[in-house]
């Protein structure tokens, strides 16, 4: 009899661990990041910089001066300073409040840059930094500043580690997430909203269980749709991939392993 109940027991324990595979610490894998195929566009000339396929568009003055940006959950002011033909610095503000700053330097050939971005978590005393290598498609732009054109990711050399990892635990009914940054939430697979700490470019996520293995996710920011996601665990529960999809049209992936 304690046998066959010490097997129930076993047999409980293994099935509730393969119903709940998000359930653990996740470290993502720089190597296999999977970046959007669309194109970052940027126009930087006549003393204006543009960012054309932002959502919303911004387009400020390049002068080295807080800018006012209206309609972006993230920043409501933009600095632009011109540092030389090839280099490039932006900050962004909320409230007075540093959110991020960004530095672009363009090689000698014109079709190939650097990013070195530095983002300040509402959540947290500590920054995350990041250092991605970029390459122009298409042509440069005469008469414009080396950084404008269209751009997209080659290699992510760097992201720094209160960044990389995020913890899940999952119930039969919902999941929560956190990570290094302050970032967290809370919610159930009931289709309802539920609150995103840590993060001003959403305010809340709806959850919706496809099957035993995948999740899909909508971040939303004061009720309008931001990010997409779609995460699934695999089958022997060492590898996470979220594919992901914004609102400006941008897609990519991202592969993380357990810890």
């Not at 000339?45 to 568009?57: E, H, I, S």
């Not at 330097?105 to 840059?113: E, F, I, R």
């Amino acid at each position: 009899m304690r046998r066959m109940l010490m097997t129930i027991a076993v047999c409980a324990f293994s099935l509730a661990a393969a119903e709940l595979p998000f359930t653990g610490t996740w470290r993502v894998d720089l190597n296999k990041l999977q970046a959007p195929k669309k194109p970052s566009e940027y126009e930087l000339g006549n003393g204006v910089f543009r960012c054309l396929t932002c959502d919303p568009k911004v387009e400020v003055k390049a002068d080295g001066q807080d800018q006012p940006v209206a309609g972006h959950p993230a920043f409501d002011t933009m600095n632009v300073r011109i540092v030389d033909d090839k280099v490039v610095e932006s900050t962004a503000k909320k409230g007075g409040k540093l959110v991020g700053k960004r530095k672009v330097t363009v090689s000698a050939d014109l079709n190939h840059a650097v990013a070195e971005s530095t983002g300040y978590p509402p959540n947290s005393a500590e920054p995350v930094s990041s250092k991605v290598e970029l390459k122009r498609v298409g042509a440069p732009k005469p008469g414009m500043h080396a950084s404008s054109g269209a751009w997209v990711m080659d290699k992510m050399d760097n992201l720094s580690e209160n960044a990389r990892d995020i913890v899940y635990e999952q119930t039969p009914d919902g999941l929560s997430a956190k990570d290094s940054t302050g970032f967290s939430y809370s919610a159930k697979f009931d289709g309802k909203d539920y609150p995103v700490l840590g993060d001003r470019s959403a305010d809340s996520i709806v959850l919706k269980r496809i099957d035993d293995r995948t999740i899909e996710g909508t971040f939303k920011y004061q009720g309008k749709i931001r990010v997409t996601t779609q995460e699934t665990v695999s089958m022997d529960g060492k590898t996470l991939t979220l594919q992901w999809r914004d609102s400006a049209g941008f897609s990519g992936t991202v592969i993380a392993v357990k810890k």
